[in-house]
């Protein structure tokens, strides 16, 4: 079994009773091909979260300080993350999603950018646009509903998949598809509360 899968396992053990997690539109998510997953981001458990509510392995960005020790650089790796500079535009961060996604992988991605102190969905940034109409990856809106106290349900809805064919036939910008994304992300938390 390798780390990502074990990981899942142990974390799924740790959260799914304590947060009594609740997985709603599984089914919505493509088995196979290229994939965004985009969602609303309130905590700094969203990761593992969506990680293993996911049934395939998902590579998320994760802020590059936390590569800067080799011991911990290597383990991250190992999990499928890989460093993004914040704040700025970063070409490398860029072109390995762009990689991900032309792999036929499932790509993660927290829009909003940081989370959201008081857990309504926020503007995204135009990253999650960029990804969507340079590759062919299907878009899942996917919506994290808390809050995150013991014992209280936690729920994960997974959207149908965002049709991009207008999108990019039009050559739509990257912030006009960050939009929409973050329109959906929007209902789905307003039809799940």
């Known amino acids: 079994m390798n780390l ?7 974390v799924s053990i740790a959260l799914f009773p304590v947060y009594r997690v609740k997985v709603l539109g599984k089914e ?12 609303n981001h309130i ?3 969203d990761p593992p979260v969506v990680g293993m509510t996911c049934p395939r392995d998902i590579y998320f960005m994760a802020k590059e300080e936390l590569f800067s020790k080799p011991i911990l650089r290597a383990l991250m790796v190992r999990i499928n993350a890989f460093p993004i500079k914040r704040g700025m535009k970063d070409r490398n961060a860029l072109r390995k999603g762009l990689e991900v996604l032309s792999e036929s992988n499932v790509l993660g991605l927290f829009p909003e950018g940081t ?28 919506a994290i509903i808390g ?5 209280r349900q936690l729920k994960v809805v997974y959207g149908k998949p965002i049709d991009m064919d207008e999108f ?9 598809v960050t939009d929409t994304i973050m329109e959906e992300i929007k209902k789905l938390v307003e039809n799940h509360r």
Do not use: D, M, W
């Open 147 to 151: 809050p995150y106290q013991v014992f």
């Open 28 to 39: 919505n998510i493509p088995k196979e091909g290229p994939v965004i997953i985009c969602s």
């Open 115 to 142: 989370r959201s102190k008081t857990g309504e969905v926020k503007e995204g940034l135009a990253g999650a646009g960029f990804f969507a109409v340079r590759s062919n990856a299907q878009i899942v809106p996917c």
């Open 168 to 176: 990019r036939a039009n050559k739509s910008s990257a912030k006009e």
């Open 4 to 10: 990502y899968k074990f990981g899942k396992r142990v």
């Open 43 to 45: 905590s700094n458990l």
